[in-house]
């Protein structure tokens, strides 16, 4: 059986603000340590229930944080940007389970670093289905067949997995107190939990089903103002709804609603502010 898992930064233990998923400030060689730990963690319970291959893809930023010294010597790593399908690269119907590592809940809601691709994003939808990285990656892994069967961060992520994905598994390894601070287990009892629920994900892994995207999906973006809508409006085949800050696009399938969400928001980006 083959294993695919996406590591997110913002669901680590420990980590609660900015200072440690950002490459430029002080606490960031710590987090990416430890984001490194907890991928391990799955890698190791996999290989002991048997798994035969294992494909990490470091899903943060700019993707290149897991150290790939220290990661589990059987293991494939996919890292660095641009990629084609960003945080689900390489995720195809060769996989048999995909597990979510380090992932933070959706923008607009409590939780710790709470977000959706961008600070720019107030909310996403895929017809009327409010998502987040999560959803929206879970969502991929169902077009090719693949159910998540676990997912790793603070309990507002678990929540938001539960909504989505009925007997999902998750290790919540910080609870949170507002959107940059969390009662957070330690790095090694975190570690010990992300692999006992891997271990338990694993034995339920023929009753977790895939989350199957709707045929054509109808992509929604809200953004937090005028000028990024705008922006994202640049790409062809959007537009704007009349009133709002969302930006809509009708897909061929959830895939090319994807790469879509990846340019709009990329798009958005270029906005100022003065």
Known sequence: MNLY???????????VDYTHVDSRLHNYERGRKIMTQEANAVIAAAFEKGFKEVVVNDSHSKMNNILVE???????????????????????ESFDAAIFVGYHAMASVKGVMTHSMIFGVRNMYINDVQVGELGFNAYVAGYYGVPVIMVAGDDQTALE????????????????????????LTPIKAQELIKERTWQAMEDIHTIKPLIPPKNPLLRIEFANYGQAEWANLMPGTEIEPGTTIV????????????A????????MRTTFC
């Not at 220290?70 to 990629?83: Q, S």
């Open 5 to 15: 898992i996406s590591v997110d930064m913002e669901g680590i233990s420990g980590l």
């Open 70 to 92: 220290e990661l589990h010597p059987a293991t494939k790593l996919i890292t660095g940007d641009v990629k084609p399908f960003s945080m689900v690269q390489g995720l195809d």
């Open 161 to 184: 997995a539960e909504n989505l994905i009925p007997g999902i598994h998750c290790a919540v390894v910080k609870e949170a107190t507002s959107r940059s601070s969390a009662k957070s």
């Open 248 to 259: 809509k696009f009708q897909a061929k399938d959830i895939k090319e609603a994807y790469q």
């Open 261 to 268: 969400m990846l340019v709009m928001t990329e798009l958005a």
